[in-house]
């Protein structure tokens, strides 16, 4: 089975420049989630997608950042315009979690780390 | 994040047990887990455990669950390099949100 693949693994960009990071999730997977790895502290939940429909982006900061997941599918995840905080390690997971309960595992790619000089 | 607390290092010799703590603040916690991360790699699901359980182990790792002090633990038996990584404990209350603490970085030396 396919891993959660991201795109680009590294990028580097000034200030107030606009970035896009890309994440195709396991085949089939109902649930997306977008965290924000900041180094030396844990992945904060930025946005989660129940299919192609937001199911928490209560920590968004939805002046800047922006998320989207058209069919269901693939999501991309974009920031406009970048700030010297948002530099950090940006992780796409998913799950088979269908919102009814229970337990899922969610599966992390390997992430795009995020420099902005 | 703040709603979960761990160490944030820990040293081990090679062959010894590392023991891992955390602490959660949300009572209606549902599941615990632990995952792991190594260097440029994304985090990798340890093990879970359930609210209503108090201990869970497979294989070289043992979960310990206190749900009145809200202290969650993690054992590893016979510390090898390859355990060498960033351990994070997390927390979520049914809807999978999950909220992780800061990591706990363990370093195993011969």
């Known amino acids: 089975e396919a891993g959660v693949a991201q795109s680009p693994r590294y990028k580097i960009i000034e200030e107030r420049q606009s970035v896009a990071f890309w994440c195709n999730p396991i085949s089939g997977h109902a649930t997306l989630y977008w965290y924000q790895q900041i180094l030396g502290q844990g992945p904060k939940l930025l946005i989660q997608?129940?299919?192609?429909?937001?199911?928490?982006d209560s920590q968004l900061p939805k002046d800047r950042f922006s998320a989207e997941r058209l069919k269901g599918v693939d999501s991309t995840l974009k920031i406009q315009p970048a700030k010297l905080e948002d530099s950090a390690v940006y992780l796409c997971a998913s799950s088979p979690w269908d919102g009814r309960g229970g337990r899922t595992e969610a599966f992390f790619g390997q992430g795009t780390r995020l420099t902005v000089v | 994040g703040e709603d979960v607390e761990q160490s944030l290092f820990l040293s081990v010799r090679e062959g010894d047990s590392s023991v891992i703590n955390c602490t959660y603040t949300?009572?209606?916690?549902?599941?615990l887990y632990w995952y792991k991360q190594e260097p440029g790699a994304g985090l990798q699901l340890l093990t879970y455990?359930?609210?209503?359980?108090d201990m869970k182990q497979d294989q070289r790792l043992t979960v310990l669950l206190n749900k009145k002090d809200k202290h969650l633990s993690l054992r590893i038996a016979d510390t090898q390099t390859g355990d060498s990584a960033i351990y994070f404990c997390a927390e979520s209350s049914g809807d999978y949100k999950l909220s992780f603490g800061a990591g706990t970085t363990v370093t195993v030396r011969a």
């Open positions: 997608f129940q299919n192609n429909g937001v199911v928490d």
């Open positions: 949300d009572s209606s916690s549902t599941y």
């Open positions: 455990i359930f609210s209503n359980m």
